[in-house]
């Protein structure tokens, strides 16, 4: 995945996580816990893109 489309789903589930602990008022709700999970999958993979290619052009220590 790129991280163009990566930082867009993370832009809309950002958007719709707000939304949710906004409807539901509780952080432990079931959607808001997995909108927050799905969040999480793809911002670890965007991390993971940006280590990747940090390791590539040698920036990595």
Known sequence: MGNDYLLN????LKDQLVRAVDEHHSLTNERVVQI????DIYVLQFQ???WARMNERGTLQ
Do not use: G, M, Y
């Not at 789903?9 to 809309?12: A, G, N, T, V």
């Open 48 to 50: 993971k893109n940006v």
């Open 36 to 39: 927050s999970q799905e969040l």
């Open 9 to 12: 789903e993370i832009q809309k």
